[in-house]
């Protein structure tokens, strides 16, 4: 199958092409099934419906690696993690360590913009059940390689939010960078240091709990927890 993401020369032109993408039919029919029927809460409102960009500089220092767009969250806004729960809790950790400019997320249009910091997932569709299958994550793997060369001069750390995401990066980071054998586990606040392979400064990659209402509404993650993420890498990015 032809790479869709190879059209991209230009980090500019990495998110529109995303948005056009109709590579996986079950993911295509279920995000615009949600468009079309709604939550009677946003019944009023244009759901986007369509594959969801990354957001944030394409000069960040640090990539924050999710699963997949919320169903009623960015599938609804056209935003990584804005519109739900969990964009509230993860986009009040950046505001509160200085990688983001405000603490809310709820638009497009609400003004928000990130410090050195971008955002992205494996899988660029909203899922049935939050839950994409092997080979829908490794279909979407093109467009976060591409994504990943094109932030190559600048990224120093990223920041990985629940274990699909852990193992969907891992492939696509064996470009610029030498993956240790055996792959480094999972886990909340894990760390590995990958080194080089191009001549150009390593990277830090750090695991933290998904900003799931699961986890954040047992306390399995609390807002602390997440701060402290962020700060270190903030610390080992050079951001800060």
């Known amino acids: 199958m032809t790479d869709p993401a190879a059209a991209a020369p230009e ?22 099934e949600v468009a ?11 759901y986007w419906g369509r594959p969801v960009p990354g957001f944030g500089p394409m000069d960040a220092r640090i990539l924050v690696v999710g699963l997949a767009p919320a169903a009623h969250g960015a599938n609804r806004t056209g935003r990584m993690f804005t519109g739900d729960r969990s964009g509230d809790v993860l986009y009040r950790a950046l505001h509160d ?7 809310e997320a709820t638009s497009i249009e609400d003004g928000l913009t990130l410090h050195n910091t971008r955002i992205t997932s494996p899988v660029h569709c909203a ?10 994550r490794d279909t979407c793997r093109p467009w976060l390689t591409r994504e990943l060369e094109l932030l190559r001069p600048t990224l120093r750390a990223v920041v990985v939010l629940g274990a699909f995401g852990w193992q969907a990066v891992l492939p696509a980071l064996a470009g610029a960078w030498r993956v240790p054998r055996p792959r480094p ?28 209402q699961q986890n954040t509404f047992t306390g399995r993650l609390t807002p602390a927890m ?5 700060e270190r890498a903030k610390g080992l990015s050079g951001a800060g």
Request: glycine fraction near 6%; charge should be negative; include cysteine.
């Open 226 to 230: 997440l701060r402290e993420v962020f």
């Open 97 to 103: 360590v200085g990688l983001a400019n405000q603490p």
């Open 36 to 46: 079309r029927t709604k939550r009677a809460a946003f019944r009023d409102q244009d």
């Open 11 to 32: 980090a500019s032109d990495v998110d529109p092409l995303v948005t056009r993408c109709v590579a996986c039919p079950r993911l295509v029919d279920w995000r615009e």
């Open 127 to 136: 899922p049935p059940a939050n839950k994409p299958t092997p080979a829908e």
């Open 185 to 212: 586990k999972f886990g909340h606040l894990a760390h590995a240091e990958l080194p080089a392979t191009d001549g150009g400064p390593d990277l830090h990659l750090l695991g933290c709990y998904h900003v799931s």
